[in-house]
């Protein structure tokens, strides 16, 4: 009966999930502001503390009936534009003086400033909150609402092609840190009013801005409720980075693989959402990420719509059979050499055994070093600078290769199958972290079961992969759950003309999506 | 917790720990049977693959004889694997034996049931190749080789180009298994010896042993080996020289070769007929005479001859001399008269295989007719169909 209670919350959950989507409002308490100027100045000294960065500023205004009146404005530099705040804000309000209306002062105020969007507020302590995020507090000598005017301007970076994702064929630009320039570019390429933005704030301190992208009518409102959900549910502190979102909202988090993508491309972005998939940005962070994300994601690429089927298709195998040798290489290795000696092949026995012969360690201990070994090489020549990376990668081969095979440390053979296995892995580098765990993992039970070993290993492996989902989706479809209509896009890619359907594999509410294409010469 | 030490006991109560570091172990690559002198023991050699070169290992330079022969004296097969570890410091893995070589003396003394550890063990590979040699037989694995280290790996080579040549019959151990266990109990092994080429010896695959019930009762030379070939329907190439005079030879070339077999048995008398067809193409053609319809006919029929007497000639041994049916007679009757099969088996080497009544019908062809024309082009040089500029001369003429 210990199980009852498990299944008891988990009813009581489904019958009224805890809405936390306001638990962030609840630092925001009310606090009106005082109607005396000089007051509220004192009290947003206290709240703001004296970092050099906040400015307030008090100035007179002169209005429409000649009479002065003073106005606080406070903002912080580094976030703000001081030149919307001089042009758009002071200037306006020194030349063209506001009317003099002692009820509705503010919205006098209000209509002379020139900024792209304005909206009054009445709670201080709210508002401390908009003008750490970029706006700017106008407040009026007298008055108990002030107004937020927008003046964000965040430091950004040049666009760059992603590094970790490139395309020989497609656009070169990336996402950036700042989200609003992100969703540009994903507004770019959709221009329909059925891409819907939806930001919420995440972090009790870091108040990040979490923007959800989808298409209304293409993406699945049920998936969609379920992403809201998982973002309401999270309270914490800080939010670092969009891996820490992924990890916790995600299905499966203490499996190996990833059931969340993420992309940095903005033309991969919106060709995901035309799938149906939702996306997640994060302020501060240029990754993407992407729900949901299966694994046949990870064999295709953006890139493979560019060109003719037959090239693409024949890469995609090539991307599966890459996986494959990855992580089963040095296994297989293991178990040829050490329990089913007969499955090497006759011819290659003999090189094989002469390599063995001089390596003092056992088989077992030489590939783990080997594979270490590689790992330490991948590692540091990440973090290394560029100008000390080639000297690194002269260690890296002259070491790691050649002298240890002629000093006797390792076989050669075994080199050439633990460097065929990590390079192959770097085939598909969306999921080379898995990668390397299940090589070590495979390896390590077929050291002592062989290639039984192996074999139940794999079998673990896909009985695990086929039970993941992401966010509710198989995320071994359109093969565990199978749909053979998504077969024409999935390790085979057709000619571009035969997809006229949206995939199954990720639900979606618009099935067609290609209607007609031109006959071309009467020839199908 | 607890599931966690519930499995991680069960790593504990596996048995049996198969793991061996491959160089712990004695790579064997060819095994060589032969009788002892010693009564009821038999000597086993091997070849073992060398581990070490003179280089250190690192490379695969071929130095001459990069293999181990060691040999031991032992009552059974299993019982000289272990003896060997004795002198090899190693123990012995057969799982990459791919040849298997016996002496004659064992053969014709029922060697068949010193092989059942290769089909019980579970190392051993079955596809390994059998041979049967008149002299030692580790002799054989110890004869310097061409272009590989191993003695061995080269007779396997040799064997993959077999069907460039009618002479030689390769048998996977498999294979003279399913033989020997099939309706006759009979079965056949090329035989292998020990040649000279200048000064150098080599091995020399030539010739067949006739395999009855269990024991080696005789052989047939190069020439009975290709009526062989065709009698169990294994032709897959070669050539067949067709002298037309002193001067003028021709080589027919077999490119697609079937052997039908039809017995009629009545009671205990049987006739056969043995229908053999043949595609091929001249390969060589040294005569003078111009290509005609009777011409070609007349090639057939000494072809068609050739084969014919070539066959014969094997046939007559096999049922006159060695009184053993190792052709595809015996098998074809058995599936043609099964019930009939239980009556005569006991006596059909003897008497009904011995006194059959064999036809033997040979149907050669001759194909590819751009390969058909005279060897020497002179003459048709001048003639105009030949000319690719006869509508340019015709028109300066």
Not at chain 1, 182 to 193: T, Y
Not at chain 1, 386 to 398: F, K, T, Y
Not at chain 1, 458 to 468: D, E, K, Q, R, T
């Amino acid at each position: 009966m210990k199980g009852h209670s498990h299944i008891k919350r988990l009813i009581k959950n489904l019958v009224s999930p805890r809405k936390r989507a306001d638990n962030n409002q609840e630092n925001e308490k009310w606090q009106p502001f005082f109607s005396d100027i000089d007051k509220n100045e004192d009290e947003l000294h206290k709240k703001l503390g004296e970092s050099p960065d906040i400015s307030i500023r008090t100035f007179i205004v002169r209005m429409d009936n000649g009479k002065s009146i003073q106005v606080l404005l406070l903002s912080i530099d580094g976030i703000t534009s001081t030149e919307t705040i001089r042009n758009d804000v002071l200037q306006s309000l020194l030349e063209h003086p506001p009317r003099f209306a002692p009820n509705r002062q503010v919205e006098a105020f209000q209509e002379k400033i020139s900024t792209k969007r304005i909206r009054i507020i009445d709670n201080m302590e709210q508002a401390i909150y908009r003008v750490l995020k970029g706006k700017v507090l106008l407040l009026i000598d007298g008055q108990t609402k002030g107004l937020l005017i927008d003046a964000e301007e965040f430091q950004q970076r040049s666009i760059q092609e992603p590094d970790n994702e490139r395309t020989v064929r497609g656009s070169n630009d990336g996402f950036v840190e700042i989200t609003n320039t992100n969703l540009s570019f994903i507004r770019e390429r959709i221009a329909h009013p059925s891409l819907q933005f939806e930001t919420t704030e995440l972090g009790h301190y870091s108040r990040t801005g979490v923007t959800i992208a989808y298409i209304k009518g293409i993406a699945d409102p049920a998936l969609l409720e379920r992403v809201k959900d998982r973002l309401a549910n999270i309270e914490l502190d800080s939010i670092e980075s969009s891996g820490q979102i992924e990890q916790l909202i995600e299905d499966h988090p203490y499996s190996i693989f990833p059931t969340i993508g993420n992309t940095e491309r903005p033309d991969k972005a919106s060709t995901f959402l035309m799938d149906g998939r939702i996306l997640i940005f994060v302020e501060g962070n240029p990754v993407s990420l992407v729900i949901p994300y299966l694994f046949i994601d990870n064999v295709q690429s953006i890139e493979d719509y560019h060109s003719r089927p037959y090239y693409s298709s024949f890469i995609r195998i090539l991307r599966f059979f890459a996986f494959i040798i990855s992580i089963s290489l040095p296994a297989l290795y293991i178990s040829a050499l050490n329990f089913q000696k007969e499955i090497i092949p006759s011819d290659m026995i003999v090189p094989i055994i002469q390599a063995r012969e001089i390596v003092p360690f056992p088989l077992a201990m030489e590939i783990i070093m080997m594979i270490i070994m590689f790992e330490i090489v991948r590692e540091a020549g990440v973090r290394l600078p560029e100008q000390i990376g080639s000297a690194l990668s002269i260690v890296g081969a002259l070491i790691l290769g050649e002298v240890s095979v002629s000093a006797g440390l390792v076989g050669a053979p075994t080199i050439v199958v633990v460097s065929l296995s990590y390079i192959s892995a770097f085939v598909i580098t969306s999921i080379a972290d898995v990668t390397a765990l299940l090589r070590i993992l495979l390896f390590t039970s077929s050291s002592i079961f062989g290639l039984f070993g192996l074999i139940v290993a794999l079998m673990g492996f896909f009985a695990h992969m086929i039970s993941l989902t992401s966010l509710g989706v198989p995320y071994m479809a359109p093969f565990a759950p199978t749909y053979f209509r998504d077969w024409l896009d999935a390790v085979i890619r057709f000619p571009t003309r035969l997809l006229k359907h949206r995939k199954k594999s990720i639900p979606n509410q618009r099935e067609v999506k290609v209607q007609t294409v031109p006959n071309t010469a009467g020839k199908k | 917790m607890k599931k966690l030490i519930m499995i991680s006991s069960l790593l504990l109560l596996s048995a049996c720990w198969n793991s061996i570091e491959i160089d712990n172990e004695a790579l064997v690559h060819g095994v060589g049977l032969d009788k002892s002198t010693k009564d009821g023991q038999l000597k086993v050699s091997v070849e073992i693959i060398k581990p070490t070169n003179e280089n250190g290992g690192t490379g695969g330079q071929s130095d001459a004889g990069q293999h181990i022969i060691l040999e031991t004296e032992a009552e059974t097969l299993l019982r000289a694997a272990r003896k060997f570890i004795r002198t090899a410091k190693r123990r012995l893995y057969f799982g990459h034996a791919r040849v298997w070589v016996v002496g004659k003396e064992l053969a014709e003394d029922e060697f068949v049931s010193h092989l059942d550890s290769i089909r019980r063990d579970q190392m051993l590979r079955i596809n390994s190749y059998l041979f049967i040699t008149s002299n030692d037989s580790r002799d054989i694995l110890d004869t310097s080789t061409l272009y590989e280290n191993l003695t061995s790996t080269e007779l396997v080579s040799t064997l993959e180009q077999v069907k460039f040549s009618l002479s030689i019959m390769p048998i996977k151990l498999y294979e003279f298994f399913r033989l020997i266990e099939g309706p006759l109990e009979n079965a056949y092994i090329p035989m292998i010896k020990i040649g000279k080429e200048k000064d150098e010896t080599m091995t020399e695959l030539g010739g067949v042993a006739v395999i009855k019930k269990d024991k080696m009762v005789g052989e047939l030379n190069e020439i009975e080996a290709i009526g062989l070939g065709w009698l169990i329907d294994d032709v897959k190439g070669g050539a067949i020289p067709i002298p037309l005079n002193e001067k003028e030879k021709l080589s027919y070339e077999i490119t697609k070769a079937k052997t039908n077999i039809h017995p009629k048995l009545q009671g205990e008398e049987l006739e056969v007929t043995i229908q053999v067809d043949i595609e091929g193409t001249l390969a060589d053609n040294s005569s003078a005479s111009l290509p005609t319809k009777k011409w070609f006919i007349e090639i057939e029929n000494k072809i068609n001859a050739f084969v014919e007497k070539n066959i014969r000639e094997t046939l007559t041994k096999l049922q006159k001399d060695l009184k053993t049916d190792i052709t595809l007679i015996g098998d074809k009757t058995y599936r043609s008269y099964p019930k009939e099969w239980r009556g005569i088996y006991e006596n059909w080497d003897e008497k009904i295989f011995a006194n059959a009544d064999v036809t033997i019908e040979v149907n050669s062809r001759l194909i590819h007719k751009g390969l058909l024309n005279n060897n020497r082009t002179d003459g048709n040089r001048k003639r105009p169909y030949n000319n690719p500029y006869r509508f340019f001369t015709s028109l300066f003429r």
